[in-house]
C-alpha cells in the first residue's frame, strides 16, 4: 500500500542553523501537508500546498518557515533559523483530493540544541 | 476559533470490552471529520472519515459516528484487544480550501490482556 515517508527520522541541530526535512507524498495525490507535534501537545496546522502554491497557512508558519515541492516527488519544509522551540515531531501529509482522508508519514523528529 | 476535545483523556479497559471514545467541537460548520490512531513515537494512522453530511462510517471493529449540529463525534471499538492500545486522535476540518486539520488532545487507550 502506498506511503507518505519522511527524512530523516531525527535530525539534531544547533540553534540558528537551517534544517530541511524531506517528504515524499504517495504519489497520486495533489494536496500536501505539514504539521507538529511539540511533545506532549496537540498536533497543529502548520501549512498546506496544492498547485505549487500555499492554500493556507497557520500563525506558526511565520517567515522563518519556507516549503517547496523541488520535483514531481518531494515536498520539503526548510526552517530558516531554528529556536529552541522549533523542538518538535514535524509530519507530512498528503490527500488525493482537497477533503480527502489525509495520509500521514512516520514524522521527523526534529532536536534544537 | 475551532476547537476540538476529547474525553477522557486516558482509559483502561480489560480486553473484549467495547468501548465509546468522545469528541467534541466548537464551531460546526466543518467539511469532515476524521479518527487517527498514534502508537507511540510514530505517525498518525488515519482510521475513518467521516463527511459533514454522514451520520457514521465503520470499518471493521470501528465505527465513529458524527452529529455534526451538536458538536459531537464517537469512536466506538467493539471487542476491544491489547493491539488496540495507542492514543487516538480525532481532528476536524473547515469548509475552505486549505483544509487544514484541527486536532483533538487524543485518548490514550490501554486494552490490558
Known amino acids: 500500500e502506498p506511503e507518505v515517508t519522511q527524512t530523516p527520522s531525527h535530525q539534531v541541530t544547533q540553534m540558528g542553523q537551517e534544517v530541511i526535512l524531506r517528504c515524499v507524498p504517495i504519489?497520486?495525490?495533489?494536496?500536501f501537508y505539514w504539521y507538529r507535534q511539540i511533545l506532549g501537545q496537540k498536533v497543529e496546522f502548520l501549512v498546506s500546498f496544492y498547485n505549487n502554491e500555499i492554500s493556507e497557512k497557520s500563525e506558526i508558519f511565520d517567515d522563518q518557515f519556507s516549503v517547496e515541492r523541488p520535483d514531481g516527488s518531494n515536498f520539503t519544509l526548510k526552517i530558516r533559523s531554528t529556536k529552541l522551540e522549533d523542538s518538535a515531531m514535524y509530519f507530512c501529509a498528503s490527500s488525493e483530493q482537497g477533503m480527502n482522508t489525509q495520509y500521514f508519514g512516520p514524522g521527523t523528529r526534529l532536536t534544537v540544541l | 476559533k475551532q476547537e476540538v476535545t476529547q474525553i477522557p483523556a486516558a482509559l483502561s479497559v480489560p480486553e473484549g470490552e467495547n468501548l465509546v471514545l468522545n469528541c467534541s467541537f466548537t464551531?460546526?460548520?466543518?467539511?469532515?471529520l476524521q479518527w487517527f490512531r498514534q502508537d507511540p513515537g510514530k505517525g498518525l494512522t488515519s482510521l475513518l472519515l467521516i463527511q459533514s453530511s454522514q451520520r457514521e462510517q465503520t470499518s471493521g471493529r470501528l465505527n465513529a459516528s458524527l452529529d455534526k449540529s451538536s458538536g459531537r463525534s464517537t469512536l466506538y471499538i467493539a471487542a476491544s484487544q491489547p493491539g488496540d492500545s495507542a492514543t487516538y486522535l480525532c481532528?476536524?476540518?473547515?469548509?475552505?480550501?486549505?483544509?487544514?486539520?484541527?486536532f483533538g488532545g487524543g485518548t490514550r487507550l490501554m486494552v490490558k490482556p
Open positions: 481532528a476536524v476540518s473547515r469548509n475552505n480550501a486549505g483544509n487544514m486539520l484541527t
Open positions: 464551531d460546526s460548520a466543518i467539511y469532515n
Open positions: 504519489s497520486n495525490h495533489l494536496y
